[in-house]
């Protein structure tokens, strides 16, 4: 896992139809599915970008992937997480960036050894990011 270092940026991938999956850059390592994917969709975009960290669904998607995706997706060491870009307009960038703020505020709390449940509870609320977002990038090997 890449280590994470204060002023760098960390992007989402979002991809909003299931033709854009094969042609996605190969080292995309966070991507959020815009659309209700089938285990085709995902078995595609594992294969597409192989050094996958992080695939984001909204909430009703998340509920409809199969058991056998979720396992496939544990073996191949890729977490699925629940959440949305909040305010991401794809047609103006097709990253959604996460806010430096959420990252120095997941760093400093991390600092004053403050739990990870209280991390994820206040930085989620705080900058919108799903409190399994938050507990990714605090679990991103990041330097204290």
Known sequence: MKQLSVGENMRIRVVSSREEIFTLNPN????????RPSNKDIFGLVETCPK???IQLPKSYRRTVSRSIEMFLQMQRVQLLEGDVWGHRKDINEYYNIPASAIKKIKEMKMEGR???EI?????????????????????????
């Open 115 to 117: 739990s990870t449940e």
């Open 52 to 54: 996958i960290e992080v």
């Open 120 to 144: 994820e509870k206040r930085v989620s609320r705080e900058s919108k990011l799903n409190p399994e977002m938050v507990n990714y990038i605090l679990n991103k090997e990041m330097p204290a």
């Open 28 to 35: 995309e390592r966070l991507v959020h599915l815009a659309f």
